[in-house]
C-alpha cells in the first residue's frame, strides 16, 4: 500500500512538472542583426507645383555591418495633419501609405517615389522601413515634412535687354493662384537659365523683385530663361507656376575710349601722325581720318592696335591746312567705334 502511494505520488510530480514546462509563452523568433538592414537615413524630398518625389538610398548593409544580398520591399509611411490640428513637436502619428517591390533594384541604388494625393493647408510627413523577410524590418528612416498649399499664377510678360556681357529679364507682378484667387502672402520668383543642349538650374536664390540682371553671360552666346513664382506657406516654401522661355544672345555694344593726338610731324613722304595708346582689353585697331576746310571727315587709313603712328602719304594739294582725327575700334563683329579724338591741325 506504501509502495503504492509512493508511485502515485511520482506520477503527480512528473504531470505538474511536464505541465510548467509546457504552458510556457511563445515569441516570434528574433532575427539575427545580419539580416536586419540598416535605416535610411538619407530620405529627401523634392517639392514642386503637381507633385513631391520621394527619394532615398537602398541599404548596402546590415545592422552587423554585413553586406545586404537583397531587401524584399520598402514600406512608406505617412502622416497627415489639417492646420487647425498640426502641433509643432507633438508625436508623429504614422499610417502605410504605400508597399514598393525592390525586386529591380541594387544595394546602394536611389530609389524614387512620385506623389500626388494632398490637400492644401495639411502638414505632410514621410518615413521608410525596409523589410527583408518575415519579422526582418528596419529601424525607421530619418523623417520628412512639409506643408502643402495652392499654387501661384505663373509669370507673364517676361522680357529681355540685350547688354555688353549682360541681359535685364523683367516680368509682370503675380499675385493670384493658379485659377485666379488673391494670394495674400508675399510673392516670391526664382529665375532659371540654361544654355544649349544644357538643363535649366537656379540662378541664386528666390527674389522678391520683378526683375534680374545676369551678369554673367558671355557675349555671343544664347541664354534661356524660366522664371517661377514661390510664396512660403507656414514653413514651406510652396513652388508655382513657371513662365515660357525666353531668349537672347548678349552683345558686345561699348565702344573704347577714343585716343588722345599729341602730334604730328612732316616727313618726305607725307604727315606722320602720333597719339598715346588706348588702354581697352579688346581693342582691335585705330582708324585715321582726315578733312579740310571745304570737306567733311574721310577715312584715309586703318592700323592695327600695336601701332601708335601713321603716315598720311596723300596729302591735299595746295597751300592750305587741313585736319586729322583719330578713332580705336574693338573686336567685337560688327567693330564697336570710339567717339572722334580732338582733331590735329596741320599746315605745310
Same mark, same amino acid.
Not at 125 to 144: D, Y
Not at 145 to 154: I, Q
Not at 159 to 174: A, E, I, R, S, Y
Given at each position: 500500500?506504501? +509502495?503504492?502511494?509512493?508511485?502515485?505520488?511520482?506520477?503527480?510530480?512528473?504531470?505538474?512538472?511536464?505541465?510548467?514546462?509546457?504552458?510556457?509563452?511563445?515569441?516570434?523568433?528574433?532575427?539575427?542583426?545580419?539580416?536586419?538592414?540598416?535605416?535610411?537615413?538619407?530620405?529627401?524630398?523634392?517639392?514642386? +507645383?503637381?507633385?513631391?518625389?520621394?527619394? &532615398?538610398?537602398?541599404?548596402?548593409?546590415?545592422?552587423?555591418?554585413?553586406?545586404?544580398?537583397?531587401?524584399?520591399?520598402?514600406?512608406?509611411?505617412?502622416?497627415?495633419?489639417?492646420?487647425?490640428?498640426?502641433?509643432?513637436?507633438?508625436?508623429?502619428? !504614422? $499610417?502605410?501609405?504605400?508597399?514598393?517591390?525592390?525586386?529591380?533594384?541594387?544595394?546602394?541604388?536611389?530609389?524614387?517615389?512620385?506623389?500626388?494625393? !494632398?490637400?492644401?493647408?495639411?502638414?505632410?510627413? !514621410?518615413?521608410?522601413?525596409?523589410?527583408?523577410?518575415?519579422?526582418?524590418?528596419?529601424?525607421?528612416?530619418?523623417?520628412?515634412?512639409?506643408?502643402?498649399?495652392?499654387?501661384?499664377?505663373?509669370?507673364?510678360?517676361?522680357?529681355?535687354?540685350?547688354?555688353?556681357?549682360?541681359?535685364?529679364?523683367?516680368?509682370?507682378?503675380?499675385?493670384?493662384?493658379?485659377?485666379?484667387?488673391?494670394?495674400?502672402?508675399?510673392?516670391?520668383?526664382?529665375?532659371? =537659365?540654361?544654355?544649349?543642349?544644357? %538643363? !535649366?538650374?537656379? +540662378?541664386?536664390?528666390?527674389?522678391?523683385?520683378?526683375?534680374?540682371?545676369? =551678369?554673367?553671360? =558671355?557675349?555671343?552666346?544664347?541664354?534661356?530663361?524660366?522664371?517661377?513664382?514661390?510664396? $512660403?506657406?507656414?514653413?514651406?516654401?510652396?513652388?508655382?507656376?513657371?513662365?515660357?522661355?525666353?531668349?537672347?544672345?548678349?552683345?558686345?555694344?561699348?565702344?573704347?575710349?577714343?585716343?588722345?593726338?599729341?602730334?604730328?610731324?612732316? $616727313?618726305?613722304?607725307? $604727315?606722320?601722325?602720333? &597719339?598715346?595708346?588706348?588702354?581697352?582689353?579688346?581693342?582691335?585697331?585705330?582708324?585715321?581720318?582726315?578733312?579740310? %576746310?571745304?570737306?567733311?571727315?574721310?577715312?584715309?587709313?586703318?592700323?592695327?592696335?600695336?601701332?601708335?603712328?601713321?603716315?598720311?602719304?596723300?596729302?591735299?594739294?595746295?597751300?592750305?591746312? &587741313?585736319?586729322?582725327?583719330?578713332?580705336?575700334?574693338?573686336?567685337?563683329?560688327?567693330?564697336?567705334?570710339?567717339?572722334?579724338?580732338?582733331?590735329?591741325?596741320?599746315?605745310?
Amino acid at each position: 500500500m506504501i +509502495m503504492l502511494r509512493q508511485a502515485i505520488l511520482v506520477l503527480i510530480i512528473l504531470a505538474t512538472g511536464l505541465s510548467v514546462a509546457g504552458c510556457g509563452k511563445k515569441t516570434p523568433p528574433v532575427p539575427p542583426d545580419v539580416a536586419i538592414p540598416v535605416a535610411v537615413n538619407d530620405l529627401e524630398y523634392t517639392h514642386t +507645383m503637381e507633385n513631391v518625389s520621394l527619394t &532615398w538610398s537602398y541599404p548596402k548593409e546590415s545592422v552587423a555591418g554585413t553586406a545586404l544580398d537583397t531587401i524584399g520591399y520598402f514600406m512608406l509611411y505617412q502622416s497627415r495633419t489639417s492646420e487647425d490640428k498640426y502641433c509643432s513637436g507633438c508625436p508623429v502619428d !504614422f $499610417v502605410s501609405k504605400l508597399k514598393i517591390d525592390s525586386e529591380s533594384l541594387s544595394p546602394g541604388e536611389k530609389v524614387t517615389m512620385r506623389l500626388s494625393d !494632398f490637400l492644401p493647408g495639411y502638414h505632410y510627413s !514621410f518615413m521608410v522601413k525596409s523589410h527583408s523577410g518575415w519579422n526582418i524590418v528596419s529601424e525607421e528612416s530619418n523623417k520628412v515634412s512639409f506643408w502643402w498649399d495652392h499654387p501661384a499664377s505663373e509669370p507673364t510678360g517676361l522680357k529681355l535687354k540685350v547688354g555688353d556681357g549682360t541681359l535685364h529679364l523683367n516680368w509682370h507682378p503675380v499675385s493670384t493662384y493658379i485659377g485666379g484667387e488673391l494670394l495674400s502672402l508675399p510673392m516670391l520668383y526664382q529665375v532659371y =537659365r540654361r544654355t544649349e543642349g544644357k %538643363e !535649366f538650374s537656379a +540662378m541664386g536664390s528666390p527674389i522678391q523683385e520683378t526683375r534680374f540682371v545676369d =551678369r554673367n553671360a =558671355r557675349n555671343g552666346r544664347e541664354y534661356f530663361y524660366q522664371v517661377q513664382t514661390q510664396h $512660403v506657406y507656414n514653413d514651406s516654401m510652396i513652388p508655382g507656376g513657371l513662365s515660357k522661355t525666353i531668349s537672347a544672345v548678349p552683345s558686345d555694344i561699348t565702344p573704347p575710349p577714343p585716343p588722345d593726338l599729341l602730334s604730328f610731324v612732316l $616727313v618726305s613722304n607725307g $604727315v606722320k601722325i602720333l &597719339w598715346d595708346s588706348v588702354s581697352s582689353v579688346d581693342l582691335a585697331g585705330y582708324k585715321i581720318y582726315r578733312r579740310t %576746310e571745304e570737306t567733311s571727315w574721310v577715312l584715309v587709313g586703318e592700323i592695327s592696335a600695336g601701332a601708335f603712328s601713321y603716315v598720311d602719304k596723300k596729302t591735299p594739294e595746295g597751300e592750305g591746312g &587741313w585736319y586729322y582725327s583719330v578713332t580705336s575700334f574693338d573686336r567685337a563683329s560688327p567693330p564697336n567705334e570710339s567717339s572722334f579724338s580732338k582733331q590735329l591741325s596741320v599746315t605745310k
